[in-house]
């Protein structure tokens, strides 16, 4: 028989979900976007005068960002958000596009970026605006993750950029203004930039990640560069058009800027309200005409959901089992002749595309797609395997353990129908990857026994995420958490001992 942690206990290392059984009706706020935040803070330290981000998150990723702007020199403020926990107002002074110094070549200046890739490329770029030497480093995941297509590009625009281990990934040193000219003298660069004409142009493939055109994109105005951007959905891509809409309205005289809410956080509590099986087609189709997900726990709902278009996981709102009421959401409810082609076709065969339909909510959908009535195909993952974690190995191992048929083709994962009785609990390995421990949370809400290992690698985005499930409806799940340690199980309270830090 378990007992129960004192409330001033943190996360512990393994812990249990229990699955919901009773009907719950909530609406859940979620912290702000880390992809905005991150791109908003960069933008902010560009511009002239001081801008105030509200609705910020505050999370590992993006408090990395704001420690390496402080340590660059920027004068940047955070206070509580009244409205969310995991959210602040963030203040920047703006220096009109002027990068602080960096150090030297035998002590340069050092800012750690963890695994926040967002961080580490966006930096990147930005400090080849400044005036020195700059080292970026991060964990040894960090260190694996690709960066040569923005080193390459960068070196097109006449910036010099090291890797220290040779491989063009971190750790990094950026020689920016008179550091990169060590060569050249000071008449020498004088008579270089007279003849100078028009701005600098490179061409950046976003094959690895789109996050790499991005960089480009928020230094390029300040830095006079015309970025070509090549690769898979190059001119759709939904990460770039993000940075593209953001510079496009971003207050770059100083003044105020509100983030919305993350889609990608909120897809877990989408998911968990589409936790229904239906007892037959008809039962299916109808469920999927409401457009809103129903399920055995009551109507869930997640608050001030975006509208914006920027995030490509807004579209997990209309997700639904097989694909059909994600389909219903997008094209509305008018079904002409087109539509109906292209429903029968989704009918035949379920198939998502983190490149055209989702983005990191994929993996959400793909722990959720033992649910669903057909054979689903997830495809165009190979982005996936070059995140926090290699994610689409990972996603094959940790559902399998659970009992679910899932078959990995180069980058594509095809997910099998499975019926609750068949699936059991496992412990799951996280691999530190926050979206990892969250989507196989969610599956816990169905399958008994799910352990979740290293729970508190979700402060990278989303450090209250168990604290919104155990909360009390209806601004929480209810669902019972219990810690296991040293093979004893403790239930969780909620509060303190739920917060990932």
């Known amino acids: 028989m378990g007992h129960q942690l004192p409330s001033d206990m943190a996360l512990p290392d393994l812990i249990e979900i229990v699955p919901l059984t009773r009907p719950v009706r909530a609406e859940i706020t979620v912290p702000g976007s880390k992809s905005i935040t991150n791109r908003a803070l960069i933008l902010a330290a560009l511009a002239d005068g001081e801008v105030k ?125 008179s550091a990169g000219r060590a060569a050249e003298t000071q008449t020498e660069f004088e008579q270089r930039k007279a003849t100078e004409t028009g701005p600098k142009k490179c061409r950046v493939s976003i094959a690895e990640s789109s996050q790499f055109a991005s960089a480009l994109l928020l230094s390029a105005s300040v830095a006079g560069w015309q970025i070509e951007i090549e690769g898979e959905n190059a001119d759709e891509s939904p990460y770039v058009v993000m940075t593209t809409k953001l510079i496009e309205v971003f207050p770059k005289k100083g003044g105020e800027f509100q983030i919305e809410p993350d889609a990608s956080s909120g897809s877990y509590f989408w998911a968990a309200s589409m936790l229904k099986r239906p007892t037959d087609m008809v039962d299916h189709f109808e469920h999927s005409k409401t457009w809103m997900p129903t399920s055995p726990f009551g109507p869930i709902s997640v608050a001030r959901w975006p509208k914006s278009g920027w995030q490509i996981d807004e579209a997990f709102r209309w997700y639904d089992s097989g694909q059909i009421g994600f389909y219903m959401g997008k094209v509305g409810a008018q079904m002409n002749a087109d539509s109906n082609k292209k429903f029968n076709e989704l009918m035949e065969k379920a198939e998502v595309s983190r490149v055209k339909d989702l983005g990191d909510s994929i993996m959400t959908a793909i722990v959720v797609a033992p649910f669903d009535l057909k054979v689903t195909k997830f495809t165009d993952l190979g982005r996936l395997r070059l995140q926090e974690c290699e994610r689409v190995i990972a996603l094959r191992t940790e559902l399998t353990k659970c009992g679910v048929k899932v078959v990995e083709e180069e980058d594509v994962l095809t997910v099998y129908p499975a019926k609750v009785a068949d699936l059991h609990g496992a412990e799951i390995e996280t691999y530190n990857d926050h979206r990892m421990a969250m989507c196989f949370t969610i599956l816990g809400l169905k399958v008994p026994g799910i352990k979740i290992k290293n729970p508190a690698c979700v402060k990278k985005t989303f450090p209250n995420f168990f604290q919104k499930l155990a909360a009390q409806p209806p601004y929480g799940l209810g669902v019972e958490i219990w810690g296991i340690e040293k093979g004893q199980r403790t239930k969780l309270l909620g509060g303190d001992e739920l917060f990932a830090e």
């Open 53 to 177: 981000l509200k609705g910020a998150l505050w999370s590992e990723d993006t408090q990395i960002m704001v420690k390496c702007l402080q340590d660059l020199g920027y004068l940047v403020n955070v206070v509580p958000d009244k409205e969310e926990p995991c959210n602040r107002t963030i203040t920047v002074a703006g220096q009109g596009g002027v990068v602080p110094p960096g150090g030297t070549e035998t002590e340069p200046m050092e800012l750690f970026v963890g695994n926040a890739g967002t961080a580490a490329r966006f930096l990147t770029a930005f400090l080849c605006l400044g005036n020195g030497v700059y080292r970026l480093h991060g964990v040894p995941r960090m260190h694996e993750r690709p960066q040569a297509a923005l080193f390459e590009a960068l070196r097109e625009l006449g910036n010099r950029i090291e890797s220290e281990d040779g491989n063009d990934k971190l750790p990094v040193r950026i020689f920016a203004g």
